[in-house]
């Protein structure tokens, strides 16, 4: 199993990394980087509180065990990445319930190297 990291942006000054480990998942980010995967290009995943290497200005990561891509979602689990550093502490309860995070605006935009 093949291990890769992408990044997508919300804003020009806030970028977000996560870690993939699924070599299907990691083709389809390849492919929405390339501009080639046009539906179901956002992110989403299942926050866990801890700062990674790949991801240091964060205090929060995505499990790479929940990753996916959609196309549409429920509003209840959208939000800005600052927001969520913010209210960290809120996040499974009535914020991103069960944790689960799909930013409306995400979109991976390049692939990292760590």
């Known amino acids: 199993m093949a291990t890769a990291y992408f990044a997508f942006q919300q804003h020009r000054d806030q970028e977000f990394v996560f870690e993939l480990n699924d070599d299907e998942l990691i083709e389809k980010a390849r492919k929405i980087v390339k501009g080639e ?15 990674k290497p790949y991801n240091p200005r964060w205090s929060y990561h995505l499990d790479p065990a929940t990753i996916n891509f959609f196309e549409v979602a429920i509003e209840v689990c959208d939000a800005n990445m ?15 319930p069960g944790g689960h995070w799909c930013p409306w605006d995400s979109r991976v935009t390049r692939e990292v190297t760590p």
């Not at 995967?37 to 700062?51: A, D, L, P, Q």
């Open 82 to 96: 600052q927001y969520v550093e913010d209210h960290l502490d809120e996040a499974g309860g009535a914020f991103l």
């Open 37 to 51: 995967e046009k539906n179901s290009v956002h992110v989403i995943g299942r926050i866990k509180h801890g700062t």
